[in-house]
């Protein structure tokens, strides 16, 4: 069974840092792609960041890029995803999702949007006061 776990969610102030991490189990692929998404309350759920372990290939949000930083530990099929200068429109419950397997074809971009991911977190609450 496919599990994915998240963790490093808090409270922050504005300005502050967090460090996200998704630790995937219960498959074998080698090929993967693991993103990052964000739901805050009356929205819909949106895409932050994501990577694959084929090639660490990467995406980032514009709301993001330039204050996040997401990497991966293929032999611990962790996925982390740092964030600096956070704001209060950062704040949302935050899951981590798989793609499994996931070997881009040519000019394939890593997936990015919820509906290409199957494998859900939980997902951790991350708040950012003003």
């Known amino acids: 069974e496919v599990q994915l776990v998240e963790s490093g969610g808090g409270l922050v102030q504005a300005g502050g840092s967090l460090r996200l991490s998704c630790a995937a189990s219960g498959f074998t692929f080698d090929d993967y792609a693991i993103g990052w998404f964000r739901q805050a309350p009356g929205k819909e759920r949106e895409g932050v960041s994501s990577?694959?372990?084929?090639?660490?290939?990467?995406y980032y949000a514009s709301s993001v890029r330039g204050r996040a930083t997401i990497s991966i530990d293929t032999a611990k099929n962790t996925v982390s995803l740092q964030m600096n200068s956070l704001k209060p429109e950062d704040t949302a419950v935050y899951y981590c999702?798989?793609?499994?397997?996931?070997?881009?074809?040519?000019?394939?971009?890593?997936?990015?949007?919820?509906?290409?991911?199957?494998?859900w977190g939980q997902g951790t609450q991350v708040t950012v006061t003003s």
């Open positions: 999702a798989a793609v499994l397997p996931f070997r881009a074809r040519v000019g394939q971009l890593v997936p990015r949007y919820p509906h290409e991911y199957k494998y």
């Open positions: 990577i694959s372990s084929e090639d660490g290939s990467v």
